[in-house]
Each structure stands twice: as structure tokens, then as C-alpha cells.
């Protein structure tokens, strides 16, 4: 095995990996950019979608039609998170918001682990989906769901891309993130916008939930937590609360993460977690605003 | 009577009280009151420090926690005899093995390990404000767990940390309460805790009224980390045996839902907090383990307890967002000059 192949591997893993960095962060992105609310509880969006799938495949939908089911679940459940949860503290202060948001992750992870048990469930694939291509004797190897995880990345982006910027509702929300007072000022329906925000970033979140089991091959009630923390580094990175932002932050993190413990000496890739969560704290305290606004300030 | 006069007994009064409670109170109550008692009285430290800086100066931290598990192992690795250390942890570094110091003198190291962990981690993270400084507090907190995990010969890794000496009886940890309480109250209510509220009230104003708001914050994260670090240290020698697991996320959740629940802003809401959540998790856990009354028979119903926990956490954030007391002390002769200090509803969001 040369060394360029060893490299195209390794950017294969790091798009993967990013890619669903990229869909969890985008997710925290659009509620944060909207309420100012750092949603702990997004992560466990990816445990419904998951679960989701998983008991639709149990029960003999196909896969593809289970991963709709999936999305679909994640959705509704930011939409129920939002009405039950959040509305209630809608203005108060960020504390106030996070705590909340804690709490919810609290109640949702536990309520996992009473319905589904704490233990891994297997997550059945499909055979089609459970091949893997080798080229170069062995050198290069990428599995069907690294190709499934990348191309549903990619086409859900750019439903995003167009839904932001095509149609009202997409439009209305960024409206609102930019100036919630304004936008309510010219008729805009503020409660409906806040709703299809949730539902929008859940149904990223439990897309990503999906295929993240699907990597992993089990499904847990706690899965989405360290996906989540890492979500957090992604859309700091790029800047918390903007889309394009959360997805280079996605991109950018799993490229470092691969790379830590592909070319870092292994004394030191173990700790890999703790490198990436110094860089969010560098990250607050000299870029607040993310790599590509300089200028946001959040200091004292 | 003259009001300091009249405190100063009060304060002597609850002091003997505690001292009571804590020489007969295992004789009289049995072991499983006594256990809930102790469980009370460490979770005071933890909390009653947590309040220090979340709820006086306006930044809440998600880090405490990390001090915690620092202190704790800390503590145990000072606590191991040379053999234990010998097979436990065969390549500690010779300077820290086979200390098998004293509870005493290892709490107060593992205590000053933190706080001088929290000068370093603070001075740059005490800059930071509203949930920034949160999510950069909560980073700590997984370094912290991250390194402890990695760093196999001084922790085991993520195995389980035996061996740590029994040594947390009732009198040591109600000791540590009383002393908790006594030095956090003569800093709260003190020119120092005042320049504290203001600078969360509005930092703005605060400086321009010449308090260094970056050496206030400063201050309550060290003091409140090196009662963390008192907290571990009682946590360590309670449990005996221990993982960095066990000082993670759930830990924090429920030593916050405490806080909030209790009030932040008030010495007397922590302490509410911390008996009420207390004894709630000890009702649940009958429910948890399953039970059966005239036949009919309740299923075990893991993470019950914790859902309880969640729920109330969230109604209180929307009903009562500053928690069961308030923001006020509760003064058993109250002093005319006392106000209830300015709730956290008040302070201007930053929105």
C-alpha cells in the first residue's frame, strides 16, 4: 500500500465523517440562528429517527422507505420538543433557554433507555446496502454506506440551498434570524417559522441518526450525544447560527479528526476528544463568531 | 441585642446542631437514613460551590463537574499504601506513589489541585459570557473526562479506580458542610459578593463603577472550584471505588437541577435543592426496582427516576425560572435591612 493510497482513504473516511457532522450542525444552526437556543437536546433527535427506521425495517417496510420514515419522525419530533419545551421559555435569557434544552435531553435520553433498554440494538441493512468496493488489491476500500451517506448529504444540502433561499417559508426563517422583532413588524407568522425551523433541523438530525447507525451497525438510546458535542464544535467553528457556516465547520472537523488519528503519533491520538474541544475553547475566546466572521463579538 | 450579636449565635447554634446530628445521628437513624443524610451533606459542597459562581456572578458553568473528578482522583491516587499502588497503578511516577495519606491533608491538596486548575482554566474562559461561556465550561468538562479516560498510569484508563480508604463518615462530611456554608456565606454576603451581583445584574455597569468583573468572576470559579474539589474529594472516599464515568454529564445534570430547582442566587436555595431532589431520588427508586402492593405488581422502571427529575426541571424552568427560594435567604429572625437579593428573571437578557 503506497502512500497516496493511504491518503484517499483517509479523505474518504473524513468526507463521510464530516458529512454527518455537517447534518447535525446545520440543525443546531438554523435554531440557534433563530432562537439563540444551544439545543442539547438536537442530538436526540438522531435517537428517534434511528429507532425509527429500525422498528420500520422490523416491521418489513423497505429500507429506503424506512429512512423517509426516519426523517419524517425526527421532524415531528422537534415539532412536539418545540411546542412542549420551548415555547413556554421562548424570550428568556440564554441560561434560562439552555437549561431547558438540557433538561429535555435529560428526559428524552432516559425515556429512550426505558422503552428500548439501555444495551446496542443491532440495525439490520439491507443486503444491497451491505457491500464494499476494494480497489487497488485491497489498498481502497469504501462501503455502499459511505456512498449512501455522502450522496443523501449531499441532495438534502441542496434541498436546504434551495428551501432557504427559493420559498417563503425558507425565506420568512431567515428573516427571523436576522431580526425576530422585524419580521413579526411585517406579518410574518413568527410561531409557524419557529415550527418549521425545528422540524426542518430534526428532520436533519434524525437523517443523521439514520445513517450514523447505519455506519455504526447498532442503534442505542445515548448515540446521540458525542455526535451531538462534536455538532457543537462543527457549527462554533463555522460560525454558530449560519447554515453554509455549520456545514464547512462539519467538513472542516471531520478532516481533523481523521487526520489526528491518522498522522498524529498514537501517544497522542487517543486523545482526540479532548484536541477538538481545546479548539472550540481557542475558538470562543479569539473567533467567536466562527471562521468566517471575524468580527462577531461575544466578550465581556 | 444587636444584629451581629444575634447572628453570630444563630450561626453557633446551627453549628452545634450540625455537630449533634452528626456524632449521634448513625446511632440513632440506622444506616439507611444515614446514608441519605451523607448523600446530602456531599452534594451541599458540590451545589452550595456550584451556586458560588453560577448564581452570583452570572456565569454558569457547566464545567464543575471536571473539578470534581480531578479532585477525586487526585485524592485517590494520595490514598493508595505503596502495595496498592504497586498493583493497581504500576507506573505511577515514584513522587506520587505510596503517599497513603490521611483524608485531611489529601482533601486540602486535592482542594488547592483545583482551584489552582480553575486560576488556570478561568482566566481565559471567565471573559466569555451567556451560553459561550457555558459550551466553553462544558468543553473543560469533557477534556477533563477525555484525559482522565487516556492517561491509564495515573487512573486506570476507564477501568474502575479501587482501593480508595472508606474514610467519609457523617461528622467528616457535615464538617465540610458547615465549613462550605460558613466560608461562602462570609463571601457572599461581603463587598466582594456584592461587586459579584453586580457584575451579573450588568457587567456594563459594574465596570463602570471600577469592579474588575474578569477578577470577581475569577475569584468565585477558584472558590467554588476548591469546593469542588472538597466535594470530589468526599465523593472519593465514600464510593471507594470509582470511573471517570461516574463524575460525567449525568452527575452535572443533577447537581444543576439541584441548583435551579433550590435558586440560584441563594445559599438556602442550593441547600433547598439538594434535600428536596435528594429525597425525591430515593422515593423514585422504590418505584425504579419495581414493587408490588395487593397483588398488583409494578414492572421495574428503569430511568423513571431521572424522567421525574427531567420533568420538574423543565416546569420549574417555566414557572418559576429562579427556583424554590427566590433568590432569598432564608433568616430565621429577619433583619429589617435584609432584601431579597435581585432575582436572575431580572437581569437584562443579552439578547
Not at chain 1, 32 to 58: E, Q
Not at chain 1, 116 to 135: A, I, M
Not at chain 2, 196 to 224: C, E, H, K, P, Q
Request: hydrophobic share 55%; with cysteine.
Amino acid at each position: 500500500m503506497d502512500y497516496a493510497d493511504y491518503l484517499i482513504q483517509q479523505g474518504i473516511n473524513a468526507i463521510s465523517l464530516g458529512s454527518l457532522y455537517a447534518l447535525v450542525a446545520v440543525g443546531l444552526s438554523i435554531v440557534f440562528g433563530i432562537l439563540r437556543l444551544t439545543n442539547f437536546a438536537h442530538g436526540d433527535m438522531m435517537m428517534v429517527g434511528a429507532f425509527s427506521t429500525l422498528l420500520s425495517s422490523l416491521a418489513g417496510v423497505p429500507f429506503l422507505w424506512g429512512i423517509g420514515i426516519g426523517v419524517v419522525a425526527g421532524a415531528a419530533g422537534g415539532m412536539i420538543m418545540e411546542r412542549v419545551a420551548y415555547r413556554p421559555v421562548r424570550g428568556a435569557p440564554d441560561v434560562t433557554l439552555l437549561l431547558t434544552s438540557l433538561a429535555v435531553t435529560y428526559i428524552l435520553e432516559n425515556l429512550g433507555i426505558l422503552v428500548f433498554g439501555s444495551s446496542p440494538k443491532n440495525f439490520p441493512l439491507p443486503d444491497w446496502l451491505d457491500t464494499s468496493w476494494e480497489f487497488r488489491d485491497g489498498a481502497l476500500t469504501f462501503t455502499s454506506i459511505n456512498v449512501l451517506t455522502v450522496a443523501l448529504t449531499v441532495v438534502s444540502l441542496l434541498f436546504l440551498g434551495w428551501f432557504v433561499t427559493r420559498t417563503t417559508t425558507g425565506l420568512g426563517m431567515r428573516a427571523a434570524a436576522e431580526d425576530m422583532g422585524a419580521a413579526h413588524l411585517v406579518g410574518l407568522n413568527v410561531n409557524r417559522l419557529i415550527v418549521a425551523a425545528f422540524a426542518l433541523a430534526s428532520a436533519y438530525a434524525g437523517l443523521a441518526g439514520v445513517l450514523w447507525a447505519a455506519q455504526a451497525g447498532v442503534v442505542q438510546p445515548l448515540m446521540g450525544f458525542t455526535p451531538l458535542l462534536k455538532a457543537f464544535v462543527a457549527a462554533i467553528i463555522g460560525g454558530f447560527g449560519s447554515i453554509g457556516g455549520a456545514l464547512f465547520g462539519g467538513y472542516l472537523l471531520g478532516t481533523l479528526e481523521v487526520a489526528i488519528v491518522a498522522f498524529l503519533p498514537d501517544e497522542i491520538s487517543p486523545y482526540r476528544d479532548p484536541i477538538v474541544f481545546a479548539l472550540l475553547i481557542v475558538f470562543l475566546l479569539f473567533r467567536p463568531g466562527g471562521i468566517l466572521q471575524p468580527n462577531r463579538e461575544e466578550k465581556l | 441585642m444587636s444584629h451581629t450579636i444575634r447572628t453570630r449565635l444563630i450561626v453557633a447554634a446551627a453549628i452545634l446542631l450540625a455537630a449533634i446530628v452528626a456524632v449521634f445521628g448513625p446511632g440513632l437513624l440506622g444506616d439507611y437514613f444515614t446514608r441519605i443524610l451523607l448523600l446530602i451533606c456531599m452534594n451541599g459542597v458540590l451545589v452550595a460551590s456550584l451556586g458560588l459562581c453560577n448564581g452570583f456572578t452570572g456565569v454558569f458553568s457547566l464545567g464543575h463537574v471536571g473539578f470534581v473528578a480531578t479532585a477525586a482522583y487526585v485524592n485517590g491516587i494520595l490514598s493508595l499504601t505503596a502495595e496498592q499502588s504497586a498493583s493497581l497503578l504500576p507506573n505511577l511516577p515514584a513522587w506520587l506513589s505510596g503517599w497513603g495519606m490521611h483524608f485531611l491533608p489529601a482533601t486540602l491538596i486535592a482542594g488547592l489541585v483545583t482551584a489552582a486548575l480553575a486560576a488556570l482554566v478561568g482566566l481565559p474562559l471567565m471573559r466569555l459570557s451567556g451560553h459561550f461561556v457555558s459550551v466553553a465550561t462544558m468543553g473543560f468538562l469533557i477534556i477533563v473526562n477525555g484525559v482522565l479516560v487516556n492517561a491509564d498510569e495515573f487512573t486506570r484508563g476507564s477501568r474502575t479506580f479501587t482501593g480508595v480508604p472508606l474514610d467519609t463518615t457523617l461528622p467528616w462530611a457535615m464538617g465540610w458542610l458547615v465549613i462550605t456554608l460558613l466560608v461562602l456565606a462570609r463571601i457572599i454576603y461581603s463587598p466582594i459578593g456584592r461587586a459579584m451581583r453586580a457584575v451579573r445584574d450588568n457587567a456594563i455597569a459594574a465596570r463602570g463603577i471600577g469592579i474588575n468583573v474578569l477578577r470577581t468572576r475569577l475569584l468565585a470559579f477558584v472558590v467554588g472550584a476548591f469546593f469542588a474539589g472538597v466535594g470530589g474529594s468526599l465523593y472519593a472516599r465514600y464510593l471507594g471505588s470509582f470511573s471517570p464515568a461516574t463524575f460525567y454529564f449525568s452527575m452535572m445534570i443533577n447537581q444543576i437541577a439541584m441548583l435551579v430547582l433550590g435558586g440560584m442566587g441563594s445559599l438556602s436555595g442550593a441547600m433547598i435543592g439538594v434535600v428536596v431532589i435528594g429525597t425525591m431520588t430515593e422515593l423514585l427508586r422504590a418505584l425504579e426496582r419495581g414493587f408490588s402492593i395487593d397483588g398488583v405488581t409494578m414492572p421495574p422502571l428503569f430511568g423513571a427516576s431521572q424522567i421525574a427529575l427531567g420533568l420538574v426541571f423543565i416546569l420549574i424552568m417555566i414557572y418559576r425560572p429562579t427556583g424554590i427560594a427566590g433568590g432569598r435567604e432564608i433568616v430565621l429572625w429577619p433583619r429589617t435591612s435584609t432584601r431579597p437579593a435581585p432575582s436572575v428573571e431580572e437581569a437584562p437578557s443579552r439578547n
